[in-house]
């Protein structure tokens, strides 16, 4: 990947919500998690409906966002909760031109 040209702004939450809100339309089933974010931890609990369901709710940033240079695309860090109530964070990293989103890591606060 280039380390050099034009870095994309990153999205306020308002944009950020619809975007997430599309993509979870289009892939209804979680599909956009990573193999870490799906299989690695399972010791933390959380299931793509906890996921899901936090996305779905209101949530907000965790902290600002991080561009990262080697995959050159935002990452978002999401605070919600999960099924259960329990606070989860939720890091997305974000395509805004295909409009959709890949679950890098989840795990409870």
């Known amino acids: 990947m280039s380390t050099e040209g034009y870095v994309p702004r990153c999205l306020g939450e308002g944009e950020l919500r619809s975007l997430v809100s599309d993509a979870l339309d ?8 990573t193999f870490h974010a799906r299989f690695d931890h399972l010791e933390r609990n959380l299931s793509q409906d906890d996921v899901i369901h936090g996305l779905e709710r209101q ?16 990452k978002y860090y999401i605070a919600t909760e999960s099924i ?3 606070e989860l964070l939720i890091i997305i990293a974000v395509d805004t031109l295909n409009r959709s989103f890949e679950v ?3 795990w409870r606060k």
């Open 84 to 86: 259960d109530g329990d």
């Open 104 to 106: 890098v890591t989840r």
């Open 59 to 74: 949530w907000n940033f965790d902290r600002p966002p991080v561009f990262n240079n080697d995959e050159w695309q935002w």
């Open 26 to 33: 289009k892939h209804p089933d979680g599909s956009n998690d």
